[in-house]
Structure formats: C-alpha cells, structure tokens
C-alpha cells in the first residue's frame, strides 16, 4: 500500500491568513492526487483533483500543487467557513489517505 | 442534485453479520462505479470495496477480504455491503462513494453519503 503522511496534524490560523499544508506519498502517485474537506459531522468533500485541478463550486482561494510524492494544500486567505479537517487521497492504486489535518481559527 | 442515503448500520456483536444499503439518485447509478469508504475515529479514512457499474467486477482491501461482500441493484438504484463475521475493528462510520466512471479502476471520489455507523460490541 502507498502510505500518505499529512503535517501539520493541527493548524491554528488567523482570519485572512493563508495556511498551506503538505501531504507526502511513500512512492510517487503521479499527480493522482485528491483534497477532501471534512466538516465536523459531515462527509468529506472533493475539493481538488489531479493534485491540482478545483472542483466546480469550489472557492478559489484553495489551490493545490505538487506531483510525484510531494504534494500542498493551500488556503490564500483563511475564512472561518474553512474551518474542518482536510484530508489527501491518493488515486494512482487502490485509495489511501492521509491521516487528516484539522484546521481551526486563531 | 447527487443523493446518497446510507442506512442499516446499528450495535452488534462480535462475530455477527449486517448488511448495509446505500439509496443513490440524482445521477444514472448504472453508469458509476461505487465504493465503500469506513472511517474510524482513531485510524482515519481506509477504503473498504469497489464495484463497477455493471456490478460484475469487484475488489476488496485485505482487511475485509472473505468477510464483507458488495453488490448492487441497478433496478433500485441501490448499493449494498453484506459484512459478515463482524470484528470490533470494523467499528466506523461507513460512507457509500460515488466516483466520476464505470469500471473498477475508476477511483476518484466525488460524492459521498452522510455515512451510517456500525459499532461491533460485546
């Protein structure tokens, strides 16, 4: 199984902030690369596919980068809707994830 | 808009079985394959099962295999997982997953349900 390995594991940010977070694969998934966004409660959320490409509806303040084993995440100005756990999926073999990335207000 | 409504989860014991469903609309359900996805508070997200759209090709993760089965009934529009054998490391919410084609190697999630929770417990 690929591994994928999230950090930071909590992220404390300030309103208008912009947060990035990294997600690393223990081998290379191309740019098989998905962002999910998990609010308390609810079922995670494809943001991003590709490592790269937004979802129609998707704000554009979310970015996604990377291929190969080395992916982020990023946020350009954190609003308190943004608030939930955001996960990484690899796609290049049979799914994995990483372990989660919560993100909360300042 | 795409609906998925999972049911049948409960508290069962060790060693029993359950058998969950999933209601898709909003989308031609014979067109996707579909996926199980479990999530455990303590060990995150771990992908359980896919089936392709015609339902004759399926595959398992190693922690399910010969226990849990999935199949589907296009007629309804339903998804199911037969889970048999039940341990309590299988406790989690369990999430019905939509991806974007029909065969087994399609595996990008792009809907999921609300999940339904299994708690496995003596």
């Known amino acids: 199984d690929i591994q994928m390995t999230q950090s930071p594991s909590t992220l404390s940010a300030s309103v208008g902030d912009r947060v990035t977070i990294t997600c690393r694969a223990s081998?290379?998934?191309?740019?098989?690369l998905a962002w999910f966004q998990q609010r308390p409660g609810k079922a995670p959320q494809l943001l991003i596919q590709q490592a790269s490409s937004l979802q129609s509806g998707v704000p554009s303040r979310f970015s996604g980068r990377g291929s190969g084993t080395e992916f982020t995440l990023s946020i350009s100005s954190l609003q308190p809707d943004d608030v939930a756990t955001y996960y990484c999926q690899q796609y290049h073999t049979y799914p994995t994830f990483g372990g989660g990335t919560k993100v909360e207000i300042k | 808009q795409v609906q998925l409504v999972e049911s049948g989860g409960g508290v069962v014991q060790p060693g029993t079985s359950l058998r969950l469903s999933c209601a898709a609309s909003?989308?031609?359900?014979?067109?996707?394959?579909m996926h199980w996805v479990r999530q455990d508070p303590g060990k995150g997200l771990e992908w359980v099962a896919v089936?392709?759209?015609?339902?004759?090709?399926?595959f398992y993760a190693d922690s399910v295999k010969g226990r849990f089965t999935i199949s589907r009934d296009n007629s309804k529009n339903t998804l199911y997982l037969q889970m048999n054998s039940l341990r309590t490391e299988d406790t989690a919410v369990y999430f019905c997953?939509?991806?974007?084609?029909?065969?087994?190697?399609?595996?990008?999630?792009?809907?999921w349900g609300q999940g339904t929770l299994v708690t496995v417990s003596s």
């Open positions: 997953v939509k991806t974007d084609c029909g065969n087994i190697g399609c595996k990008l999630f792009d809907y």
């Open positions: 081998q290379s998934v191309s740019r098989w």
């Open positions: 909003g989308f031609t359900f014979s067109r996707h394959g």
């Open positions: 089936i392709s759209d015609d339902g004759s090709n399926e």
